[in-house]
């Protein structure tokens, strides 16, 4: 279990999926992003988020284990699917844009702004049973 505190699950409502508590597993989809050194990664969905401009949604992932970018302690990634007709569910990993969130207070606003959240790359993501 993570030593870092987890971000309390909201009452989301919108119109993007809400994956709050679901698991998630990021793996490998490109080798040259700078996320692929971390892959593969898995953790809790606790936050879903609606962006016009993102209908699949940006969804806040609490890692499993904290790992260690740009000499920062990363305990959480948003990640967000590449395609509105590829949701990210069970079965086969989807294509998904994964953001680093270095600090908690950065997304327990309304809504985060995602220019505040660095791009890390992308990855297959799906929901799994367990961690």
Same mark, same amino acid.
């Given at each position: 279990?993570?030593?870092?505190? *987890?971000?309390?699950?909201?009452?989301?409502?919108?119109?993007?999926?809400?994956?709050?508590?679901?698991?998630?597993?990021? =793996?490998?989809?490109?080798?040259q992003s700078e996320l692929a050194h971390f892959l593969?990664?898995?953790?809790?969905? =606790?936050? /879903?988020?609606?962006?016009?401009?993102? $209908?699949?949604?940006?969804?806040?992932?609490?890692?499993?284990?904290?790992?260690?970018?740009?000499? *920062?302690?990363?305990?959480?990634?948003?990640v967000s699917p590449r395609w509105v007709?590829? $949701?990210?569910?069970?079965?086969? $990993?989807?294509?998904?844009?994964?953001?680093?969130?270095? /600090?908690?207070?950065?997304?327990?606003?309304?809504? $985060?702004?995602?220019?505040?959240?660095?791009?890390?790359?992308?990855?297959?993501?799906?929901?799994?049973?367990?961690?």
């Open positions: 279990m993570p030593l870092y505190h *987890k971000a309390p699950i909201s009452n989301f409502i919108g119109s993007c999926p809400n994956l709050a508590t679901e698991l998630i597993e990021l =793996t490998i989809e490109d080798d593969p990664l898995q953790g809790e969905v =606790t936050q /879903s988020f609606d962006y016009a401009d993102a $209908p699949g949604g940006w969804h806040l992932v609490w890692l499993n284990s904290a790992i260690e970018v740009h000499e *920062k302690l990363c305990a959480y990634v948003m007709a590829r $949701p990210i569910g069970r079965g086969a $990993p989807v294509p998904v844009f994964v953001r680093w969130v270095f /600090s908690l207070e950065s997304v327990q606003v309304s809504l $985060p702004d995602l220019e505040d959240l660095p791009m890390a790359g992308g990855a297959l993501g799906m929901i799994i049973d367990e961690v």
